[in-house]
Nanobody, 126 residues
Framework: EVQLVEFGGGLVQVGGSLRLSCAAS????????IGWFRQAPGKEREGVAS????????NYADSAKGRFTISTDNAKNTVYLQMNSLKPEDTGVYYC???????????????????WGQGTQVTVSS
């Protein structure tokens, strides 16, 4: 059974940093995409970043470019999201998601992802 577990959320002040982790397990296939999404209260879940774990190609939402970095440790089946210069609008529940058949798909589309973690809360206080 595929499982995704997120770690690293918390409360941080404006301008601070957090690193989120997404640990994937329960499968042996080594070519997949991990996406990070966030959902603020009253808003739809939106894509923040994604990475194709074999070739390391990353994608970012405009709001994340220059501040967030997604990376992978394939030996640990773990994907990280380093978030710097955090803003109040970054507040929300952050989810990681996995897609096996990612070729040609839209990384920011929730519908493309087959498995989801339970989410971790990130709160940026001003």
């Amino acid at each position: 059974e595929v499982q995704l577990v997120e770690f690293g959320g918390g409360l941080v002040q404006v301008g601070g940093s957090l690193r989120l982790s997404c640990a994937a397990s329960g499968f042996t296939f080594d070519d997949y995409r991990i996406g990070w999404f966030r959902q603020a209260p009253g808003k739809e879940r939106e894509g923040v970043a994604s990475i194709d774990v074999v070739d390391g190609i990353a994608n970012y939402a405009d709001s994340a470019k220059g501040r967030f970095t997604i990376s992978t440790d394939n030996a640990k089946n773990t994907v990280y999201l380093q978030m710097n210069s955090l803003k109040p609008e970054d507040t929300g529940v952050y989810y990681c998601a996995l897609e096996f058949e990612w070729y040609g798909s839209d990384w920011s589309s929730r519908a493309e992802y087959e498995y989801w973690g339970q989410g971790t809360q990130v709160t940026v206080s001003s």
